[in-house]
T-cell receptor, first 112, second 113 residues
Framework: RKEVEQDPGPFNVPEGATVAFNCTYS??????FFWYRQDCRKEPKLLMS???SGNEDGRFTAQLNRASQYISLLIRDSKLSDSATYLC?????????????FGSGTRLLVRP | NAGVTQTPKFRILKIGQSMTLQCTQD?????MYWYRQDPGMGLKLIYY???????DKGEVPNGYNVSRSTTEDFPLRLELAAPSQTSVYFC????????????FGDGTRLSIL
């Protein structure tokens, strides 16, 4: 089982739609969680951290469910510029250090 | 506001050649990382460093070497390039390891022919 699993998509939605992505992780001792955005042929960029109580940043809402070991990202009122790949990232403890584990990403296409 | 800077942006190597991918950051971050990303795949950690003089292997270290003589620089060296090392390489840095996001350079696209 992969440490971080995501539906690769693509999710093809019209402008203005609401879309949600889920991500599951296998290590129950995971410490912190993030969503990154990666545009085609570009570097990953932090979209938002995910907090235990859930958090919102404009049109984006992230949720964490530790009991079921998944995190989610909700995008409301989708824009054309939201088209990208969304990476679920989990920070896990490995020996005496921590490592970020990246999911393979969920691709979003927003059409006019 | 440079952040993480990688050079070169593109490179084509012949099998068996060697090269160094440069990475420098100006944010005074202790933690630095090298990843590779193959098409349609997630990022895989090659090596990381928790501070100057300290490096450690990640998930896929074979065929690579690193050094960290200063806080700012974290070069990645390929000694004998192989076609399997064709990939996009990203360098990243972070202030801490827990609850701290990583900041990425814009990548080096490397082709081994």
């Amino acid at each position: 089982r992969k440490e971080v699993e995501q539906d690769p998509g693509p999710f093809n939605v019209p402008e203005g739609a609401t879309v949600a992505f889920n991500c599951t992780y296998s290590n129950s001792a995971s410490q912190s969680f993030f969503w990154y955005r990666q545009d085609c042929r570009k570097e990953p960029k932090l979209l938002m951290s995910v907090y235990s109580s859930g958090n919102e940043d404009g049109r984006f809402t992230a949720q964490l469910n530790r009991a079921s070991q998944y995190i989610s990202l909700l995008i409301r009122d989708s824009k054309l510029s939201d088209s990208a790949t969304y990476l679920c990232v989990v920070n896990i403890a490995v020996d005496s250090s921590y490592k970020l584990i990246f999911g393979s990403g969920t691709r979003l296409l927003v059409r006019p | 506001n440079a952040g993480v800077t990688q050079t070169p942006k593109f490179r084509i190597l012949k099998i068996g050649q060697s090269m160094t991918l440069q990475c420098t950051q100006d944010m005074n971050h202790n933690y630095m990382y090298w990843y590779r990303q193959d098409p349609g795949m997630g990022l895989k950690l090659i090596y990381y460093s928790v501070g100057a003089g300290i490096t450690d292997k990640g998930e896929v270290p074979n065929g690579y070497n690193v050094s960290r003589s200063t806080t700012e620089d974290f070069p990645l060296r390929l000694e004998l390039a192989a076609p399997s090392q064709t990939s996009v390489y990203f360098c990243a840095s972070s202030y801490g390891q827990v609850n701290q996001p990583q900041h990425f350079g814009d990548g080096t696209r490397l082709s081994i022919l």
